[in-house]
Each structure stands twice: as structure tokens, then as C-alpha cells.
């Protein structure tokens, strides 16, 4: 089966647009969402519509490209035969779609061959919708994105996120007191494949956080970085687990400087 980037976009976008439409629905209809398990911590937390959602997913695509492979958060990973790959968030930003805060998203990427090549995300709380294929330019609605023209770290606007282990996150608060004098200010939203594209849209000057998953980067990562953003980890390192940054290019010097300085990919 062919691996057209502009066609597995569609596909994605299709999918992510419907699954939206599923869990906000389903957020609509509840006061409080029902929590279906944890995973890594008790505060990393798994929602009856994370599962459903994902099952949603794997339905449409299997039935669009059964032979594809898939990388999903929930319920693991199915091997291929074509070479792509399916890397899905079904709601990155859990926490905030339990407690009814409009930031969270559907994360599909598609990845031929080990390289993402085409990744959508899709915030069903506002209908917002960032699209990229490889060397094809990041979209919002439609319209070109490009990150800010920030060049002076002092002056940037910078997220960040914690992860669910108590440790962890104390140490993620250690980094973060050095950063926080060296730069306009900190957002923290929740929800990874968001920032990532708010870095692309100008919205954000620069997002980095340790401990994201390959579901988390993979869409938000290339839109990123197809918005003219760097996108990297520390040390010579690709952007990954240890320390994901995404930045404009005025600012990923210093700020890559700064948090190699305080291991901030460094437990």
C-alpha cells in the first residue's frame, strides 16, 4: 500500500476531527468524567473516553490501511507490514479534560519508514486544528503558521510541563526556579502536542519538558519544527524521553544552553 503524505494527513485529520467530536461530547454529558485506571503514577490518570477514543482511532484507520502498524498510548502497539506507522494520542492532556479545562487534544502522526511524515492535532474544546507534512509547511484552520521572530531569551515566553512521579517533578521545580529569572515568564498548560503547537503558531517563544513519550511528540514535533521551530534534545541529542525543546531559532541557543547547564534532562 502507498505511503502518499498528503493523503495519510487526510486520513488523520479525518479520524482526529471524529474522535474530538466523541470525547467532547462525551465530557459534555457528565459533571464529572469517570476515571477508568492510572498508569505510570495514581496521578497519571486514564478516563473511559481515553479508551474509547482510541478504539474509535484504530478503527477508522485499520479499516482505511489495515496493514499499517500502531503506536497508541492506551492499549499499546500492533506491528505492520507497509512501513507506516500510526502514532496516536487519544486525548494528550488528560488531567485537564477530567476536571473540564478546554486544553486538550487528539494526536495522530504518521510516521513511514522511522520518520514522521505527516501529524495532526486537534483541540475539540475550542475546533482549533494544527496540520504539517514533511517539508510541507505547518497550517492552522488552513492558514501558514510560523513561530515567533522572539530573539533574546529575556524576553521569551516559555512552556513547560511536569511529569506524574513525585521525584521527578520536584527536580523538573528545581530547573524550573533557575529558568524562570531568565526569561519573560512560564506558561504551564498540560497538555505537550498543545505547546508544541503553540510554539508554532508564535503563541509560545519555546517549550521544553522531560519525559514525553513518542504519542506526545510525534504530531505537535513536526508541526513544530515545519513552523521553522527548532526542535531537539540536549547534548547533540534528538528531541525525546530525556528533554524535548521546541523553541524559535532566536531563542534555542540560550535556552538549550541554560538547561544543559542545570541537567535538566537529568533526574
Same mark, same amino acid.
Given at each position: 500500500? =502507498?505511503?502518499?503524505?498528503?493523503?495519510?494527513?487526510?486520513?488523520?485529520?479525518? =479520524?482526529?476531527?471524529?474522535?474530538?467530536?466523541? @470525547?467532547?461530547?462525551?465530557?459534555?454529558?457528565?459533571?464529572?468524567?469517570?476515571?477508568?485506571?492510572?498508569?505510570?503514577?495514581? *496521578?497519571?490518570?486514564? =478516563?473511559?473516553?481515553?479508551?474509547?477514543?482510541?478504539?474509535?482511532?484504530?478503527?477508522?484507520?485499520?479499516?482505511? /490501511?489495515?496493514?499499517?502498524?500502531?503506536?497508541?498510548?492506551?492499549?499499546?502497539? @500492533?506491528?505492520?507490514?507497509?512501513?507506516?506507522? %500510526? @502514532?496516536?494520542?487519544?486525548?494528550?492532556?488528560?488531567? !485537564?479534560?477530567?476536571?473540564?479545562?478546554?486544553?486538550?487534544?487528539?494526536?495522530?502522526?504518521?510516521?513511514?519508514?522511522?520518520?514522521?511524515?505527516?501529524?495532526?492535532?486537534?483541540?475539540?474544546?475550542?475546533?482549533? *486544528?494544527?496540520?504539517?507534512?514533511?517539508?510541507?509547511?505547518? %497550517?492552522?484552520?488552513?492558514?501558514?503558521? /510560523?513561530?515567533?521572530? +522572539?530573539?533574546?531569551?529575556?524576553?521569551?515566553?516559555?512552556?513547560?510541563?511536569?511529569?506524574?512521579?513525585?521525584?521527578?517533578?520536584?527536580?523538573?521545580?528545581?530547573?524550573?526556579?533557575?529558568? $524562570?529569572?531568565? $526569561? /519573560?515568564?512560564?506558561?504551564?498548560?498540560?497538555?505537550?502536542?498543545?505547546?508544541? +503547537?503553540?510554539?508554532?503558531?508564535?503563541?509560545?517563544?519555546?517549550?521544553?519538558?522531560?519525559?514525553? !513519550?513518542? %504519542?506526545?511528540?510525534?504530531?505537535?514535533?513536526?508541526?513544530?519544527?515545519?513552523?521553522?521551530?527548532?526542535?531537539?534534545?540536549?547534548?547533540?541529542?534528538?528531541?525525546?524521553?530525556?528533554?524535548?525543546?521546541?523553541? *524559535?531559532?532566536?531563542?534555542?541557543?540560550?535556552? *538549550?544552553?541554560?538547561?544543559? /547547564?542545570?541537567?535538566?534532562?537529568?533526574?
Amino acid at each position: 500500500m =502507498t505511503a502518499d503524505a498528503a493523503e495519510l494527513l487526510a486520513l488523520a485529520e479525518k =479520524t482526529a476531527r471524529e474522535a474530538g467530536d466523541l @470525547v467532547r461530547d462525551r465530557r459534555e454529558a457528565v459533571e464529572r468524567m469517570a476515571v477508568a485506571g492510572t498508569k505510570s503514577t495514581p *496521578t497519571d490518570v486514564v =478516563t473511559e473516553s481515553d479508551t474509547a477514543a482510541e478504539a474509535l482511532i484504530r478503527t477508522r484507520l485499520f479499516a482505511a /490501511r489495515p496493514d499499517d502498524g500502531f503506536l497508541g498510548e492506551e492499549d499499546g502497539s @500492533v506491528a505492520g507490514t507497509t512501513g507506516v506507522d %500510526w @502514532v496516536v494520542d487519544p486525548i494528550d492532556g488528560t488531567v !485537564n479534560y477530567l476536571y473540564g479545562l478546554p486544553q486538550y487534544a487528539v494526536s495522530i502522526a504518521a510516521q513511514v519508514d522511522g520518520v514522521v511524515r505527516a501529524g495532526v492535532v486537534h483541540n475539540p474544546a475550542s475546533g482549533e *486544528t494544527w496540520t504539517a507534512v514533511l517539508g510541507g509547511g505547518a %497550517w492552522l484552520d488552513g492558514r501558514p503558521v /510560523r513561530v515567533s521572530a +522572539c530573539s533574546s531569551l529575556s524576553l521569551a515566553l516559555v512552556g513547560t510541563g511536569f511529569g506524574y512521579d513525585a521525584g521527578r517533578r520536584a527536580r523538573q521545580a528545581a530547573v524550573l526556579l533557575e529558568v $524562570v529569572p531568565a $526569561v /519573560r515568564d512560564i506558561r504551564r498548560a498540560g497538555a505537550a502536542a498543545l505547546d508544541l +503547537c503553540a510554539v508554532a503558531s508564535g503563541r509560545l517563544d519555546a517549550y521544553y519538558e522531560r519525559g514525553l !513519550n513518542p %504519542w506526545d511528540l510525534a504530531a505537535g514535533g513536526l508541526i513544530a519544527a515545519e513552523a521553522g521551530a527548532v526542535v531537539s534534545g540536549l547534548r547533540g541529542a534528538p528531541a525525546g524521553n530525556d528533554l524535548a525543546l521546541a523553541a *524559535t531559532p532566536g531563542v534555542a541557543g540560550e535556552l *538549550t544552553a541554560l538547561l544543559e /547547564r542545570l541537567g535538566a534532562d537529568r533526574d
